[in-house]
């Protein structure tokens, strides 16, 4: 090495490292990068282990159900038959809903739509996991935790997605944007990781007031590198909020690999042990362990233990949303290739191994969930949609602002109600 | 609403840093949702003493120190909104609260319409503003139009003791987010614009005799400061004095409206003044252009067009970031708003 100060020292010129995935059009990703421990393997510590003490499992893949569909090791839940086939259901409710949400875009009943496919066993498990009272604070990819919920007919998503006059929205949100209070499900905003540190901020607000009830914020991969994300972390573990912070990790945001959100090298869930935080890095495609480590996770919350921080590993399979072509950044087989698979195959692997479960009554279901999706979809469209020009009044446009209209609101509302031709 | 409704308890002498303490008081007291958190608000009381003593007596679960995280402090209170509380938050100086921007005007302001009233952002933040004491570029700057641009939101600027807690506790109240900023160079006394003078405190001015107990002030309405006939000046917080001074030093008989609430604003009392003197002059500490004397100067436009003998003015700060050295050339001081006032009076 020569000395800084040598005449005619020589260096080699810095270069910027841009992060690239391994898998681009044509080609196969290499899947080595991610760090995948065995079903079974990472041990389950008490709730009230200290952040510190989390630093390895952040590094590690919390699974129970191992390729066979073995449930393995400390974290295999006690489920029941029933919970566990209600798990299933909504999972496959879920993709079903998906799906005819996406070709009802393409038929362009609805402007806008996102799918969550290879993602539903997250917020499938997690919903089950939770209290009744407990408030997420989801992204726009969270829809199984509503799918999941018996007091949310399927009709009442659709109506918001249609924009039709039964929108509990009033027409105001782009389709997928739902706010259900009474579900435990936060208005979702287009911005991304606000929700997350509001999350906390409830968090917060049930421990002064001396409450039982816990939060959950959700964030994507990508939006990790929001200030939020890390605004979020610093006042959960000032605070110890009452709350989960749940890290989505699909690999991929819109066509940008996750490396370039700063996953190279490292994972979302050592974040969480930079902040103080108790941190999990989880199977996110196998129910038992979504359902075993949120379990945790609420019950350290709930005990004024203080924040969890999760990385769910997963893949995005389908589409970031019906404005993207995912064919222009990665390759076409790619979830055929992740080594997680698929959840709903998973749980149904393990339910017809411990003999409760069959093809044909997989069959049976699927066809029986189409038709009340569908079913749901008619009952929505016969109140409209933004196609037929079936829409909220123009009034409702305006309402809501505040809490009472002020005089300039009234006056624009009289001035669009005189050219919309309608009330 | 009466102008003091519901008048509670005795009176006292307070500055306004007094004032805006008595109202969270007030509120801690009445409320139990209320809570009231930022930086070195807690322990310390607030490096403008603006919540001195009340952790002691509220306890660390309502009053607390936040760390230095602007976004974050508005982004944790939209959450105990969303919960059912009443969070007061401050941010230290309105000139940092630009992190957290996206959680003001895409969260805050919005959450009620676009939930369709599922959930709502009953929150205030509190905003040190202003300039006039050298406190250069990062601790003198009023971006009250960066606010009154945004729907949803209530942008209130009391300009003494007692408008100050009538209208802290209103904005407590209010179910719609109000952004709170108080001018910091009126805290311990009114300030006219001449420098070179003692400063002058608040005690034994009548705006600093303040009720001890429960009273609020309507968020709408706007104050006739100082009746007139020839001219009407628009002004808010240290605008106010300034405008007084001038209308003295050039003897005219200038109507001083202090707005109190800029958005949404009380157009009738601009409008019922314009018409009758048929003048206008707009006053701000903020810079010229788009500032919220533009929409001021359009309104007034708008509606008294045919009853306006001269042109509108605005005297405002330059289009410059706020200097320290030339404080006093960038500060509209009443030489600057008595000029225009001559000249609207000439045309």
Redo the contacts between chains.
């Keep these: 090495m020569s000395d800084k100060n040598e005449p005619g020292a020589v260096r080699a010129p810095l270069r910027l490292h841009v992060p690239e995935p391994t898998g681009r059009p044509g080609c196969h990703t290499d899947f080595s990068y991610l760090k995948i421990s065995a079903a079974g393997e990472v041990p389950r510590p008490a709730v009230d282990v200290a952040p510190v003490d989390t630093g390895d499992m952040a590094h590690k893949l919390i699974r129970v159900l191992d390729q066979d569909g073995e449930a393995c090791g400390p974290w295999a839940p006690e489920l029941s038959e029933a919970q566990l086939k209600r798990g299933l259901r909504t999972m496959m409710k879920t993709r079903i809903f998906d799906g005819r949400m996406l070709i009802a875009q393409r038929q362009k009943k609805l402007s806008f739509y996102m799918q969550s496919l290879g993602e539903e066993a997250i917020g499938s498990a997690h919903g089950m996991a939770l209290d009744e009272g407990d408030?997420c604070?989801p992204t726009y990819r969270q829809q199984s935790l509503l799918v999941g919920r018996d007091d949310v007919p399927l009709s009442e998503l659709m109506c918001q997605l249609l924009s039709n006059e039964k929108d509990?929205?009033?027409g105001?949100?782009l389709p997928v944007?739902y706010?259900?209070?009474r579900a435990g499900f936060?208005?979702i905003?287009?911005?991304l990781t606000?929700q997350f540190?509001?999350?906390?901020?409830?968090?917060?607000?049930?421990a002064?007031?001396g409450d039982t009830r816990i939060?959950s914020g959700w964030v994507g991969d990508g939006a990790t590198a929001e200030?939020?994300f890390h605004?979020?972390l610093?006042?959960a573990h000032?605070y110890r909020a009452p709350v989960i912070l749940n890290v989505v990790n699909n690999q991929w945001a819109i066509s940008t690999f996750q490396a370039i959100a700063g996953g190279e090298g490292t994972t979302f869930a050592a974040r969480g042990v930079g902040a103080g935080i108790a941190s999990l890095r989880v199977d996110g495609n196998d129910f038992l362990a979504v359902y075993a480590v949120t379990r945790w996770a609420a019950e350290r919350a709930r005990s004024n233990l203080g924040p969890t921080l999760i990385e769910w590993v997963t893949y995005r399979a389908g589409p970031h949303s019906t404005s993207d072509d995912p064919s222009k950044y990665r390759p076409s087989d790619d979830w055929t290739r992740f080594p997680l698979g698929d959840p709903i195959a998973r749980l149904k692997q393990h339910l017809i191994r411990r003999g409760l479960w069959s093809e044909e009554q997989h069959t049976a279901q699927q066809e029986e969930l189409e038709a009340e999706v569908l079913a749901a979809q008619k009952h929505a469209e016969s109140f409209g949609s933004l196609a037929d020009g079936h829409i909220p009044s123009i009034a409702s446009m305006f309402e809501?602002?505040?809490?009472d209209m002020?005089?300039?609101l009234r006056e624009q509302m009289a001035e669009a109600q005189a050219f919309g031709g309608r009330q | 609403m009466a102008d003091a409704a519901d008048v509670q308890g005795v009176s006292a002498n307070m500055t306004m840093i007094q004032a805006l303490r008595s109202a969270m008081d007030v509120m801690l007291a009445r409320d139990p949702d209320v809570v009231v958190f930022g930086q070195d608000v807690g322990y310390f009381g607030g490096v403008f003493r603006c919540t001195d003593g009340l952790q002691a007596k509220y306890g660390s679960q309502r009053v607390f120190d936040a760390p230095i995280s602007e976004g974050g402090i508005v982004g944790v209170a939209v959450g105990m909104g969303a919960y059912g509380l009443r969070p007061v938050a401050e941010i230290q100086f309105a000139d940092y609260f630009y992190p957290a921007s996206d959680q003001i005007v895409s969260e805050a302001a919005r959450l009620r319409y676009r939930s369709a009233g599922d959930f709502t952002a009953p929150l205030t933040i509190r905003m040190p503003c202003g300039g006039g004491i050298y406190g250069g570029q990062t601790h003198s700057q009023s971006p009250e139009a960066l606010f009154t641009h945004v729907c949803g939101l209530r942008t209130v600027m009391p300009s003494n003791p007692y408008d100050a807690k009538g209208l802290l506790i209103a904005a407590i109240e209010c179910n719609d987010p109000v952004i709170f900023l108080e001018p910091k160079r009126l805290y311990n006394g009114p300030f006219d614009g001449h420098h070179d003078r003692p400063a002058t405190p608040w005690s034994g001015h009548p705006k600093a005799q303040v009720p001890e107990g429960y009273y609020t002030l309507p968020l709408d309405k706007a104050a006739v400061y100082r009746p007139g006939q020839q001219l009407t000046v628009l002004a808010y917080g240290t605008m106010v004095y300034v405008a007084e001074a001038a209308a003295k030093e050039t003897g005219l008989d200038a109507e001083i409206i202090d707005l109190r609430a800029l958005w949404p604003l009380d157009i009738s009392t601009v409008v019922e003044s314009v018409r009758k003197t048929g003048r206008c002059v707009i006053v701000h500490e903020a810079t010229r252009t788009s500032g919220f004397g533009a929409e001021l100067s359009a309104l007034v436009q708008e509606h008294c067009f045919y009853h306006l003998e001269a042109p509108i003015e605005r005297v405002a700060g330059w289009d410059t970031p706020y200097p320290h050295a030339q404080e006093w050339d960038y500060f509209p001081g009443p030489a600057r708003v008595a000029a225009a006032l001559r000249r609207v009076m000439e045309s």
């Design positions: 408030m604070f509990p929205l009033k105001r949100q944007m706010s259900i209070k936060f208005s905003s287009g911005n606000t540190v509001q999350a906390v901020g409830w968090g917060m607000a049930s002064i007031k939060a200030s939020d605004n979020a610093v006042f000032v809501d602002v505040y809490e002020p005089q300039h």
